[in-house]
Structures are given as structure tokens and as C-alpha cells.
């Protein structure tokens, strides 16, 4: 979505703040476990040193959290920007309840945070879009250590763990275990709590493996994809009513400027000798790969397809694409440009749907400006001024 330049200017504004506030809360954290008295500000004489080392420590969990939410919102995602709204109030209480001198800038940029971060809500409004085993993987991680925490509560005390005593000390026991740190510090000493503490184990390092293959994988791949300048697997798959462009020329640029300016989602299928570097740093949507081969259009989701476009400077491998994508897929509309007018009536019996000729289209306008038709100028100027504005 295109954006005015002063929304765009306060979007970047809030990421930076956010990014800042993410960096103090880490510092004054670890400032504050080191020295946890709190002696600056009004509030100072009345905050026993263990809760400024708590808000410490929980300043510093926060400042990482902060640190994910801004990189959220460099995404343009709306989750991104709930969670920072929902986490400034966080840093402002950390950082009052610290109450020493460093604090101060973290109180500060909290408070200036609010409403920058409220002008740039329109800037934000991308959703997060998470697939099913991203979700179940989630669900999976989060399930097991609620499995824990509530298993090991129950066998508290005598019945198998006899240090713990609240359901912090069952989630600590549950995720040092499930993540295979195991300090030692709590230990079951009956049979049931360590039949117990094997299925948590078990379960755990399972959840926590499938979650890190599930959650980050996808993110690891899509950024290597992306300096590669190729789309992702699970990126393809989510393609659904969109146009493919089948190869990549001179005669593709104003596709490509007309179908952006539509909204429509489209992905240009080029082979690897086209400049996809340039073309991603465009925001194009690029699958490298032969237009004329079967499995690359099945890759490029042609069956979910709105419609194949075939244009580039070379007719016969327009034909190409357009018998593949014809024999594999008859229902598929397909669109195609003849650079050569002699060609026009071999890309139908290729199985186009719609054959366009530039060159013919370009000759009529030109005669009917030269007999004075103004309309024919003014569709010219119009073509022209789209491609200067490329």
C-alpha cells in the first residue's frame, strides 16, 4: 500500500523509538540486577531493593520482547503494533519501579513512544499470516509446558517434588527440564514423579524442536530466499487467484506497472539469467525457473491462477509457455503479446485466449493522431507518461 510521506516518515519514527526503548530496558535491566537498590526519584524510599531487582530482571525479558516488536514493525504487521502498545506501559513501570538514574531516558522515551506510535497506526496493517503447522507447532509448545507446570504442582510436596511449592516453581522445574538444562536444583523422588518428569523430558524436547523447525525455519529460509531473490516454498503455496508472467522482457515492464497499480497479486516466472536481484528489490515477486516447464508452473501455482500472461521479446518462447500451460491447465486464461504481427495468429493455435500486438496497436494510434484524433494522443501520452514514471 502506497503511503503519504509524513505517515511514512512517523512509521520509521516509531520503529526507531521502539528499538531505542527495546536497547534502554535491556541496560537499565542489567544495571538494576547489578545493583538493585533504588535510589533516585520520588519513588525511591518506598521500593524494597527485591522488587527493583525483579523489575531488573523482568526489565531485561521485556527489552527482548521490545526488540521482536520492533522488528514487527519494520513488517508493517498490526500484532506488532498491539504488542508495543501493550509493552510501553511495561518499560514505564520497570522503569519508575528501578528508580535510579539510568532509568530516566527509559521512562522518557516510553512516554514519547505513546503517541507517535498512536499517529503511525495506519502505517502498521499487515497481518500475520501463520501457517497450519506453525500454528499446531505453537499450540504443541505451549501445550506440553502447560502439561508440565500443572502435572508437577500436582505431585508438589510429598507426593514427588519436594521443592516446589508454587506453580512458578512448577513452570521453572517444567521448562528447565523440557529444554534439557536440568540444573538439578529440583528432582523428583518418587516412582509416579519420575514416570512423570520422562514424559516431560520426552515431550518437551520434542515440542521444542518441532517449534524451532516450524516457527523459525520458514523465517531463515524466506531470508535467504530472499537475498538469493527467490520466493519461498510455503510462499508459493499461499499464491491463490493471482496472475503468473510467464518470462520476463522489454514488453513486461508496463504488465508489471498495470497489475501494481490493480492491487492483483502476481509472480513473474524468469529464468536465471534475468536480473532477479532487481527486480525483488522492487518488490516483485520472482520464481526463477524455465515459463516454458511444466513443474515450474505447477511451482508458480498456475492451477490456482487468475490468468498466465506471455510477454516477452521472443515470440517463440511465449509459444512455448503457452502450449505448457494450455496442455497442463485448459482452464487457465491465457494472454499473450506477438512482438512480430505475422505472429499473432501462431500464439493462438498455441492455445492463447487473447493475442495482443503492440506493434499494431502503436501503429494504429500513431494514424489516428496524424488524421487529428486527439483521444489517439492522449492514450499515447498516457502510455508514456506511465513509463516515465517507472
Do not use: C
Amino acid at each position: 500500500m502506497d503511503l503519504p510521506g509524513a505517515e511514512r516518515v512517523t512509521g520509521r519514527a516509531a520503529v526507531a523509538l521502539t528499538l531505542a526503548v527495546a536497547a534502554l530496558s535491556v541496560a537499565v535491566g542489567i544495571l538494576g540486577i547489578v545493583d538493585p537498590t533504588a535510589s533516585f526519584g520520588p519513588l525511591a524510599r518506598y521500593i524494597p531493593p527485591a522488587v527493583s531487582q525483579v523489575a531488573g530482571f523482568t526489565g531485561a525479558l521485556t527489552g527482548f520482547l521490545m526488540v521482536m516488536s520492533a522488528f514487527g514493525l519494520r513488517r508493517g504487521l498490526r500484532v506488532a503494533w498491539y504488542s508495543t502498545l501493550v509493552l510501553l506501559p511495561v518499560t514505564l513501570l520497570q522503569g519508575l519501579v528501578q528508580a535510579t538514574p539510568y532509568s530516566v531516558p527509559l521512562v522518557v522515551l516510553s512516554v514519547v513512544s505513546f503517541p507517535l506510535l498512536a499517529a503511525a497506526r495506519g502505517r502498521f496493517d499487515e497481518p500475520l499470516s501463520l501457517s497450519t503447522s506453525q500454528l499446531a507447532a505453537g499450540g504443541a509448545l505451549f501445550g506440553v509446558q502447560a502439561y508440565g507446570t500443572i502435572g508437577t504442582y500436582a505431585l508438589r510436596g510429598d507426593r514427588g517434588f519436594p521443592g516446589v511449592a508454587t506453580l512458578l516453581d512448577a513452570f521453572y522445574y517444567t521448562l528447565v527440564t523440557s529444554s534439557t538444562v536440568g540444573y538439578g536444583d529440583l528432582a523428583p523422588v518418587t516412582q509416579e514423579a519420575r514416570l512423570f518428569s520422562l514424559s516431560v523430558l520426552v515431550l518437551g524436547t520434542a515440542s521444542f524442536a518441532i517449534a524451532l523447525t516450524a516457527l523459525l525455519g520458514p523465517a531463515i529460509e524466506a531470508r535467504f530466499a530472499s537475498a538469493l531473490g527467490r520466493m519461498t516454498q510455503s510462499q508459493l503455496e499461499s499464491l491463490d487467484d493471482h496472475v503468473v508472467v510467464a518470462g520476463y522482457g522489454d514488453l513486461t515492464e508496463p504488465i508489471l506497472t498495470e497489475l501494481r497499480a490493480s492491487g492483483r497479486q502476481f509472480l513473474v516466472v524468469a529464468s536465471a539469467d534475468t536480473d532477479v536481484a532487481d527486480l525483488r528489490e522492487r518488490d516483485v515477486d520472482v520464481l526463477v525457473g524455465d515459463p516454458g516447464d511444466e513443474a515450474t508452473l505447477r511451482r508458480a501455482g498456475v492451477d490456482r491462477a487468475r490468468a498466465v500472461v506471455a510477454a516477452t521479446n521472443d515470440d517463440g518462447e511465449d509459444a512455448l509457455s503457452i502450449l505448457t500451460v494450455t496442455e497442463a491447465y485448459p482452464d487457465v486464461r491465457v494472454v499473450a503479446a506477438a512482438t512480430e504481427q505475422e505472429n499473432e495468429s501462431k500464439l493462438r493455435r498455441a492455445g492463447a485466449d487473447a493475442v495482443i500486438s503492440p506493434a499494431v496497436i502503436g501503429g494504429r494510434l500513431i494514424a489516428r493522431s496524424a488524421l487529428g484524433d486527439r483521444d489517439a494522443e492522449r492514450e499515447a501520452a498516457d502510455v508514456l507518461e506511465d513509463r516515465g514514471a517507472e
